[in-house]
């Protein structure tokens, strides 16, 4: 029979371990309450990758996980904002999908992840985005962060998008006064 002291040190090294595995999956994105889960894996492929905003670049060999979903919408949507330019030859990749258009980096733009993009309804659309310092401002969806394709020349050779993303011009961050070089931040999103 185990004594009260052994079964003490079990019972904390079970708790420890779930706690842990807990956090680690709140961290990965789709995981929080089981509503989206990587639909898919896809293989690295490198290439010539223009590196204007820091992305990180495909690795051949390397799995990257697919999402054809994205966490449910709401009135507070936790999202990462990520930077990217939306300008020719930039990161970006090609013209916005919403406008087969180019856009400055002095417009706030977005392009959202695959399953908040929902198949190009919410082109056009204003949403609201929050950053942790208070400061909050609108922008306009042209685009797509695609979360299935990616590690070709049509995605500047980088990955999928995580799910949970809005892809950001400059000139939101600037307007969320965000230091780009942090390159990725948490932020709430809505639709106004």
């Known amino acids: 029979m185990a004594t009260p002291r052994a079964l003490a040190t079990t019972a904390i090294f079970l708790l420890a371990m779930f706690s842990t595995s807990h956090v680690a ?33 495909c690795e051949d060999g390397k799995q990257y996980p697919q999402y054809r979903c994205s ?35 002095k417009e706030k733009v977005v392009a959202l992840s695959t399953g908040w ?40 050779f980088e990955p999928p998008c995580d799910n949970n993303i809005v892809d950001a011009s400059p000139a939101v961050w600037d307007a969320l006064g965000l230091d780009q070089n942090a390159g990725m931040v948490g932020i709430t999103w809505s639709e106004e």
């Open 71 to 105: 966490p449910p919408v709401t009135a507070s949507t936790r999202a990462v904002l990520t930077l990217n330019s939306f300008e020719k030859g930039k990161d970006g990749g090609g013209p916005s999908e919403c406008d087969n258009s180019y856009h400055s980096d």
């Open 25 to 57: 999956s709140a961290l990965r994105p789709g995981t929080r309450l089981g509503t989206c889960n990587a639909s898919g894996y896809l293989p690295g492929k490198s290439g010539h990758c223009e590196k204007s905003n820091d992305p990180d670049c």
């Open 117 to 156: 993009f929902s198949n190009m309804a919410r082109c056009g659309h204003q949403i609201k985005i929050t950053a942790s310092n208070g400061k909050s401002v609108y922008a306009k969806v042209v685009d797509e962060c695609d979360s299935v394709h990616g590690c070709d020349e049509d995605h500047n």
